[in-house]
């Protein structure tokens, strides 16, 4: 009886390597948040609120449900270089625009935070800067939770301050 259970655990276990092999990039649970063959082009920090909305759950009860975010991104030198709302979309001050998906996230290594991402660009308009981009990184975020007080009318919005650098890749 003991080898059976041990052949039963040594088969648990392998089926649970196999099973974490098998995780696509695409999954967003994914861990790694690195992007695959692309070089940087830029790194701008970002400050900022991600905004909420007071809804139904299928329960009928209300809750926070993440909305949109809002922020500025400033360049080495502090100057406001690209703007970035839902879509999610990132605009700079040159015309350029993307608008991303999410690939992969994990979780903040700052308690209390929004998870940092890697986003593939799926669309561009314009020409500029951000023209050239296939990726944008979400790291070392702080704070963007949702609000802890909780909500009571529907459609309702709340807000919560983040920050967080983004790094956009070719």
């Not at 007080?149 to 459609?155: G, V």
Request: aromatic share 10%.
């Amino acid at each position: 009886m003991f080898r059976n259970y041990l052949h039963s655990g040594f088969a648990t276990v392998i089926v649970s390597i196999l099973s974490a092999c098998a995780t696509t990039p695409a999954d967003p649970v994914s861990s790694s948040i690195d992007p695959p063959q692309a070089e940087r082009v830029m790194t701008l920090v970002a400050s900022g609120v991600q905004t909420y909305s007071c809804e139904f759950d299928a329960q009928h009860h209300l809750s926070w449900v993440f909305k949109s975010p809002q922020a500025t991104l400033y360049d080495e030198r502090g100057h406001a270089a690209v703007w970035h709302i839902a879509g999610p979309t990132w605009g700079a001050q040159d015309g350029s625009r993307i608008t991303g998906r999410v690939l992969a996230q994990r979780a903040s290594e700052t308690p209390a935070s929004i998870p940092q991402l890697l986003l593939e660009t799926h669309s561009t308009s314009g020409v500029g800067v951000l023209s050239v981009v296939r990726y944008v990184q979400r790291v070392h975020t702080v704070g963007g939770l949702m609000p802890t007080a909780p909500c009571s009318t529907e459609h309702e919005n709340g807000s919560s301050p983040y920050f967080a650098d983004y790094v956009f890749y070719r």
